[in-house]
């Protein structure tokens, strides 16, 4: 399988408190081709380990035009902002997080991407026999 570059962007968010307040973070933006579907986004707080979720690249990418999502993860385009930011919402038993990202950011990452797997071509990036080998025992 021939070997592409990892997609790396930093992106400053604003972690929603309240209607008036949010803390400025700081989140990398991760793509690999060799894992074409998702993309990390790993998140760096106060405390020593960073915080990293995976998120489904077409997911984010339709969060930059409409509503999407359901359970863990929901995106969608900030209303009467113009494409200015869109909304990330995480969660999980330990509690949600509403983030504030500037799409510009997102959308620049995206055409990165999508300039080394285009979307619809993620299963020929695939190692398969890798993937199938890793849902038997070893032995």
């Known amino acids: 399988m021939e070997s592409l570059k990892t997609v790396m962007q930093g ?24 894992d074409p579907y998702v993309v990390r986004a790993v998140f760096f707080t106060d405390t020593d380990e960073p915080v990293e979720w995976v998120l489904g690249r077409d997911l984010l990418a339709d969060g930059l035009g409409s509503s999407t999502g359901c359970g863990d993860i929901r995106i969608w385009p900030a209303v009467g902002r113009g494409d200015q930011v869109m909304y990330i919402v995480l969660g999980s038993p330990a509690g949600t997080a509403l983030l504030e990202v500037p799409m510009q950011d997102v959308r620049t990452f995206l055409e990165n991407t999508e300039a080394l797997v285009p979307r619809g071509t993620e299963s020929g990036h695939v190692d398969w026999n890798l993937e199938l080998a890793n849902l038997f025992p070893k032995g």
Do not use: G, N
Request: net charge positive.
């Open 11 to 34: 992106v400053a968010v604003q972690l929603v408190i309240s209607r008036t307040y949010s803390l400025s973070v700081c989140m990398s933006l991760r793509y690999e081709p060799t």
